[in-house]
């Protein structure tokens, strides 16, 4: 736990910041483009090799696939309401229940898997980053989240919100070629719409699912005895 | 482009939404929109083409057209409105980044199209395994998910307690399906991890299933494709193509090496194209023989 905190720390306070100065100040034509690639794949690139070094049981491996076909494979149940999606809620369910690294994967292969249906594109490491993101910070705050309901579902809230304004950012600067605050703001005013759906369809996702779905994850858990992510298989 | 290798098609396509990306030169745009679409119309059916024409334009004219509003740059003014100068300058960097949009959203297709998820795993099975497997195990359970949540859906209607009235009653009974998928999915999870331990997963020794070969038509059309390549990528990186929109329109001056870098992304653009053709007419021609 204190080594991955430790390597999560090194990442966001000195990798990320490292290379957002150098692609501001080096690269002066394409600096906002080269910026948000790089700290896309660099919140990508390390957590997956990471999870490859680690043991992980086959068991682990397999119910982590299964979450991440559930959080895709949602959409088809509620088709019928346009922007309610399970993938964030869970995503979060996944990483308070199975841990950090294990939200992190849900959360990104859940975005390339559904990229693989509705299409990929520039967007997809961002949203790779996003997700895996909301599960691997869900995920450190593991314990909290657990026991409170209410601090769920302000998590919930504020993903979607977050996620909203890093998929904005990534349409601005696709778009533009650079950060331009107006049309930043322009993008985020246009998309209040899906930012209030996503928050609200997250919360209501939480609030619903929380009870039963966490029953059925601690279950598998204490069933198969699945609580330690240290055990000596492939 | 399905015919080459997946490890060809993916490093081409990925190179060309980056390059589309990051050469931000009308020239380049309008070669790529251009192969682009070139492309586009050979892999897509008419319905598919009006779908991605009702998407594109009025994406294309949202952009073309929000620029000038927001930005205020450049020194040939149009009109003014509010007070502000419409500009020349700004009109021309939207469209522009219409064209680049509606580019770059083509090359994804195309590599969606292209680079599907059998391939995607056989490039990266042996870089990143876990991830691999975690990856083509959802992709199994997807269908199966639909299958089981139609029949759970099923079961909840023929006892009564399916109900569709009100929003809020079609998301809880969906979620009441929902979690009994989930319920079911993650039981069979472990009985899928058992089966596949006991049938020898992760034993020593074992290779990966390959259906993929490099063959002598990728090693051939690998060649001048890194030529191409590493020509626009010199001239792009001396600034040979650097052009600037603000204050005033200047495209870089007409050196050998730029037109060399537009001459060599026009034909990276068109290769999808070409290749396309090339395959048609000898399938013409093997036709007509017989």
Known sequence: MNKRLLLSLVLFLVAIPTAAVLGLTVLKNVRWLVWSLTVAA????????????????LTRLILIAAMVALSVGGRILFYAMPGFKPITAMVILTAVYFGPEAGYMTGSMAALLSNFYFGQGPW??????????????????QKRLRKSLPLLAVYGAAVGVLYSLILN??????????????????????????????????????LVLKKPVGKI?????????????????? | MTILHPALSFTYYIAMILLTCFVRNPVVTLS??????????????????????GFYLPLAALVTLANPVFSHNGKTPLFFLNGNAVTKEAFVFGACSAALVV???????????????????????????????????????????????????????????YSKGSLTDNFLSS?????????????????????????????????????????????????????????????????????????GLTLPPLSP??????????????????????????????????
């Open chain 1, 169 to 206: 950012f990534e349409h601005t600067v696709g778009v533009m070629g650079a950060f331009v605050p107006a049309e930043y703001a322009a993008v985020t005013v246009a998309s209040l719409g899906f930012t209030a759906i996503y928050a609200v369809s997250n919360v209501a996702f939480l």
């Open chain 1, 42 to 57: 660099l919140s990508v690139i390390p957590f997956l090799f990471t999870f490859e070094r680690r043991r992980h049981t």
């Open chain 2, 175 to 247: 979620c009441k399906i929902y979690y009994a998928l989930a319920g079911r999915t993650l039981e069979n999870a472990v009985g899928t991890a058992d089966s596949m331990r006991g049938r020898g997963w992760g034993q020593r020794g074992r290779v990966p299933f390959a259906r993929y070969r490099f063959r002598k038509r990728d090693a051939v059309a690998a060649v001048p494709l890194a030529l191409c390549l590493s020509l626009v990528l010199a001239a792009a990186g001396s600034g040979a193509l650097t052009f600037s929109f603000y204050p």
């Open chain 1, 217 to 234: 994850l601690e279950r598998v858990t204490v069933k198969y005895g699945l609580g330690k992510t240290e055990e000596t298989e492939t």
């Open chain 1, 124 to 141: 997809t490491p961002f949203q790779m980053a996003a997700w895996g993101l909301i599960g691997f910070f869900a995920g450190l705050l």
């Open chain 2, 32 to 53: 790529a929109l251009v192969g682009g679409l070139c492309h586009w119309a050979f892999f897509t059916t008419a319905k598919e083409k009006r779908e991605d024409l």
């Open chain 2, 257 to 290: 090496l730029a037109l060399t870098g537009y001459a060599a992304f026009g034909l990276l653009a068109m290769f999808p194209t070409i290749l396309q053709t090339e395959v048609d007419l000898r399938w013409r021609f093997l036709q007509s023989r017989l």
């Open chain 2, 103 to 161: 580019a770059v959203l083509i090359w994804s297709k195309g590599y969606s199209k292209t680079v599907t998820s059998d391939k995607f795993l056989y490039l990266f099975g042996s870089v990143l395994p876990k991830t691999a497997l975690i990856l083509s195990v959802a992709l199994r359970y997807l269908p199966m998910l639909r299958t089981e949540a139609h029949k759970l859906k099923d079961a909840q209607k023929s006892v009564g307690l």
